[in-house]
Each structure stands twice: as C-alpha cells, then as structure tokens.
C-alpha cells in the first residue's frame, strides 16, 4: 500500500497469531513490532483499533503492548468482560507520541482497580476510555451495565476492609494477643483495592453505602482509574518463550 493512504486501521481476533515465532525463526516480539510500523507507514498518526485474544495471558497481552511500543507508538490496553468466558475481549489502541501529546484530552489513562488482576495490571475499560472522552461504539446499556460492575466491586472492598479491621481490633483485645482459634479466615484485599477503598472513604465517609457511592458515579470511577504509581507499576509480563 501506499504511504499514508488509510485513515485508520481496525483489526479483529487477527493479532495474536503475531505472538509466536514464526517458521522463519522471527520472534513474536519482531514481528509485531514489523506491523505497526507498517501500519504506521500506511496511517498518518498511526490511528489503529485492534481487537485480539489473550484469553487470561497477560503476558500475550503484555507482548503486544512491547511490539508497538518497539514500533514507537503511543499504546493503550483495554480490557472487557474478562469474568464471563475463557476469552477476555482485548483492545489496543495506538497513535504517535507527537498526536496523542497534542489531542485535547492528552493523558495517560489509569489502569482499572476492577480488573487489575485478571489484566496483569496493564489494563483499562471502557469507563476508562469514556471518564477521558474517547469517543467508543460500546452500547450505553453496557457501559451503565460495567460502572455498576464498578460500584459492586467497591462496595465489596469496602466491607472486607471493614471486618478486616473488626477482626485485627477483636484480635488486639483478646487477652492472650491472637484471635480465637474458631476465627474465620478472612479473605484479603490487595493494596491497589486498599488504595481504592482508603480514597473512597475519604470521599463518602467510612460507613458509605453502596447507595452513598452511587451519589456520584463518576468520582468513584475516577478514583478507580486514577493514573498513580499503584496503575502504573512495572510488572514483567513477557515470558522467555516469548520474548526470546
């Protein structure tokens, strides 16, 4: 194709047949990284919105991310419904640096508290894309459908963070300093979903409700996606097999 001739590219569920090596002997890594180049040569702004299956590999997902990062483009991953089938639904979205640094809504987008684990913490959503005004096709009931998602999921940390604390007090007082031996396992939060409830009680009060936090849906999500360090920690993702 000529230079510059396309607008923009879309692909699906074709990608990850990328991320092996090939009968050539060429690595995964190289070779996506050889295709958005090209699509980098045929798009102006390397505009491309592609879908592919990772199913829960995270370190596939995380291989596409480095094969376009290698081509020098800006990369956004996004994940969708990865709690309703052995095949997540993985997006990828790229531009040059230099277009997205001048989009009027240029930032670096939080990865999801939600899906944190299942997406390796390199992901995030569609209420994601949309708290950042990206433009998506995503039907509205869907998108209502997920930021409940959201709100469930928060008000669940919310309440195992709270016998969590009602069991380390029970603990402290019990007169031979550990708990009872009839004491429940509890289950545990991790530190991005502590994070996440610390803030939310800082913004609704430590006794809020799921009925409090859907006062306003758009500062919980905001502080589900918030670009700190907690979403953007480094993690490797890409395997030797892979990345050899």
Known sequence: FRTAVFDRALSVSTIQHLCTTSAAGVPGRQRLAGMFREVARVVPGAFSSMQFHAAKDVALAGLVRQGAQDAGLH????????YHSDSARW????????VNAAAPAAVVLGTCALFDECSGGQATCICGLHLQQVHTLVPADHTE??????LRAVHRWLRLARR???HSTDTLHNEKGRAASNSPVLEEITPRQAHVV?????RFGNDCTLDDIKTDVRAVLDIMHAPD?????VR???SESFSS
């Open 75 to 82: 990369v956004d991953l996004i994940m969708d419904q990865p």
């Open 198 to 202: 610390e803030r939310v009680q800082a």
């Open 91 to 98: 997006f990828i979205r790229t531009s040059t640096p230099a």
């Open 236 to 238: 490797g993702l890409v």
């Open 164 to 166: 969590s604390q009602k």
């Open 145 to 150: 459908w997920l930021a409940l998602l959201h």
């Open 229 to 233: 360090e907690a979403a953007h920690r």
